[in-house]
């Protein structure tokens, strides 16, 4: 069972459905571009600040000469990860832009990433607790979000550069 306190499904729902609805319109705009648009829908977003919290860095199924995944970790179901790898796979982004909003606790972003013709929408969230240790891991090389598949074997990792949209005021 999860502790109630832990688990932050009752402060994200609200928000999220917001989020989602921004993520959709900003879609609609994209495509009127005739652009590519890849729309994310996260089942679960961990935030990753060393501990071992993946399934596979708790069972040591990691290799250990991968460099540790640090930042949030994003699982989108399988066909929307075979669109992410499409469209940013072998490519390199032109632009990342992040929007933000805050509430019970949580800071939600909306990453826009694109490269060329093809963008992709991902929204994620962290708690405001993590705040400063996620900047402090994007000290080192930015905003880092890994967006993966349920199994974990596979990522993509965005990079926002330029951290400070990423966090609240």
């Not at 909003?101 to 060329?116: H, Q, Y």
Request: glycine content about 8%; proline content about 8%; aromatic content about 6%.
């Amino acid at each position: 069972p999860v502790d109630p306190e832990e688990n932050p499904f009752g402060r994200v729902v609200g928000p999220w459905e917001r989020v989602l609805d921004d993520m959709h319109a900003t879609a609609e705009e994209y495509r009127a571009d005739d652009l590519d648009v890849v729309e994310c829908h996260p089942g679960d977003v961990a935030t990753l600040t060393g501990a071992p919290r993946t399934a596979a860095e708790l069972t040591g199924s990691v290799d250990p000469e991968e460099a540790q995944r640090l930042g949030l970790d994003a699982v989108v179901p399988g066909e929307e990860f075979a669109a992410v790898q499409e469209a940013l796979g072998d490519r390199t982004a032109d632009r990342v832009e992040v929007f933000q909003a805050t509430g019970n606790g949580l800071v939600f972003l909306l990453l826009v990433v694109a490269a060329g013709e093809h963008v992709v929408l991902l929204p994620v969230y962290y708690d405001r607790g993590d705040v400063e240790a996620l900047r402090s891991i994007a000290d080192d090389g930015g905003f880092r979000v890994h967006v993966r598949p349920l199994v974990d074997d596979e990522r993509v990792t965005v990079t926002v550069d330029d951290p400070e949209p990423c966090f609240p005021a």
